[in-house]
């Protein structure tokens, strides 16, 4: 099984920073990794697929890099309906896998 | 507007069975592969399943923590997927999703069926 692993678990931010969160495939994946938003009592979100498609209607500071091994998604000027909890996957092979999600939270 | 409802959670025991329904709307669910992902309380996510369009002979892929205990099918002339859980154990309670799988993303969610074991 591939291993996805996130960091950080968690991290505090305030409306306006940046903010990177790093996804690690255990072995290559192409791009086939996606990045989803949770908030909470709510199913997730497709953000970004293919590593660095915006899905529709996302808005343009989210943004997504990487292939391979190593992934990022970065949100410029965070704003109030940011803080959630953010989870990469990998859709190179069954089973499909998810990253531990990092929690987003005010400063 | 593509829409997923999940349906059929509940409290059930130790060792007894569940059905979740997804009916979908807003897609011809026959186009599309569908996965279900669960989330225990506290929890991040955890995919379970996934059934292949008819056109790729509806095979079927499981976690190995649900495999031979879970199936999934899919009747698309009523445009609902299914996922069948016997021998549930506790650590099987949590929040069930169904999802549209669409080239390995999974691209739209339903709101999600509460599933409890417990005695």
């Known amino acids: 099984d591939i291993q996805m692993t996130q960091s950080p678990s968690s991290v505090s931010a305030s409306v306006g920073d940046r903010v990177t969160i790093t996804c690690r495939a255990s072995?290559?994946?192409?791009?086939?990794l996606a990045w989803y938003q949770q908030k909470p009592g709510k199913a997730p979100d497709l953000l970004i697929y293919?590593?660095?498609t915006l899905q529709s209607g996302v808005p343009s500071r989210f943004s997504g890099s990487g292939s391979g091994t190593g992934f990022t998604l970065t949100i410029d000027s965070l704003q109030p309906e940011d803080f959630a909890t953010y989870y990469c996957?990998?859709?190179?092979?069954?089973?499909?896998?998810f990253g531990q999600g990092t929690k987003v939270e005010i400063k | 507007e593509v829409r997923l409802v999940e349906s059929g959670g509940g409290l059930v025991q130790p060792g007894r069975s569940l059905r979740l329904t997804c009916t979908v709307s807003?897609?011809?669910?026959?186009?599309?592969?569908m996965s279900w992902v669960r989330q225990a309380p506290g929890k991040g996510l955890e995919w379970v399943a996934f059934?292949?369009?008819?056109?790729?002979?509806?095979?079927?892929e499981y976690a190995a923590s649900v495999k031979g205990r879970f199936t999934v099918s899919r009747d698309d002339s009523k445009n609902t997927a299914y996922l069948q859980m016997n021998s549930l154990k506790t650590e099987d309670t949590a929040v069930y999703y169904c999802?549209?799988?669409?080239?390995?993303?999974?691209?739209?969610w339903g709101q999600g069926t509460l599933v409890t074991v417990s005695s």
């Open positions: 999802s549209r799988d669409h080239n390995n993303v999974l691209t739209d």
């Open positions: 807003g897609f011809t669910l026959g186009d599309y592969a």
């Open positions: 059934i292949r369009v008819k056109a790729y002979g509806g095979t079927r």
């Open positions: 072995q290559g994946i192409s791009s086939s």
């Open positions: 293919a590593a660095s």
């Open positions: 996957q990998q859709g190179n092979s069954f089973p499909r896998t």
